[in-house]
Every structure is written in structure tokens, then in C-alpha cells.
């Protein structure tokens, strides 16, 4: 079973830091674009930043600047650098990535999803 764990979410100030670590657990063969989403209360999950396995990025338009997406290949981790954070970053963010099990097949899987909270 595929597993995508979260890390590094919490409480920080306007103007804080905080680093979000996901990593892939399983029996998998392969793992192409990760991705993170969030999701604000009665907003609809949007992406915030994408990145494939050669290290291209894609960023939403609110973030860019301040956020950078990376990965390490090895580890079959992607993170999310968060800097200059806004109270509108608040929100419950989720690992996305299409994987290969060693059983062949594709899919695309979801994190459970950790809790950003930026204070004014």
C-alpha cells in the first residue's frame, strides 16, 4: 500500500518560515509530478506548486516569490519552502503524486494533509 506522509506543518507569525516535507512510503516503481495543494475552510482546494521528476516547477501566482517546491529523488520526498507567510496562507495543505506501484499501476495519490496557520 502507497502511503504519502506529512510533516512540518504548525502555527507561525506573518512574516515566519515554515518547511513541509512529504514523504512516499510502498512498494512503488516509480513516482512522477508531486504536487502541493491546499485547501482553505469553505474555499476549494487549490495548487500552489507542482514539480516533475527533472526538477521543473510550477507555482500559483499567489505564492511565487515565496514559495519554492523541491525534491529529493532518492528519498521519494517533495517539500515546500514557505517563506514571508500571509494569514491568507492558512490552510490544511496536501502532497499530491502519481506513482507506479510494483504492481504496475498508475495513480494519482493524496497525503492526509497538514495544518498551516499563519497569525496576524
Known amino acids: 500500500q502507497v502511503q504519502l506522509v506529512e510533516s512540518g506543518g504548525g502555527l507561525v507569525q506573518a512574516g515566519g518560515s515554515l518547511r513541509l516535507s512529504c514523504a512516499v512510503s510502498g512498494r512503488i516503481r516509480s513516482i512522477n509530478t508531486m504536487a502541493w495543494y491546499r485547501q482553505a475552510p469553505g474555499k476549494q482546494r487549490e495548487l500552489v506548486a507542482s514539480i516533475t521528476p527533472g526538477g521543473s516547477t510550477n507555482y500559483a501566482d499567489s505564492v511565487k516569490g515565496r514559495f519554492t517546491i523541491s525534491r529529493d529523488n532518492a528519498k521519494n520526498t517533495v517539500y515546500l519552502q514557505m517563506n514571508s507567510l500571509k494569514p491568507e496562507d492558512t490552510a490544511v495543505y496536501y502532497c499530491?503524486?502519481?506513482?507506479?506501484?510494483?504492481?504496475?499501476?498508475?495513480?494519482?495519490?493524496w497525503g492526509q494533509g497538514t495544518q498551516v496557520t499563519v497569525s496576524s
Open positions: 499530491n503524486a502519481a506513482i507506479k506501484t510494483q504492481a504496475g499501476w498508475w495513480n494519482n495519490y
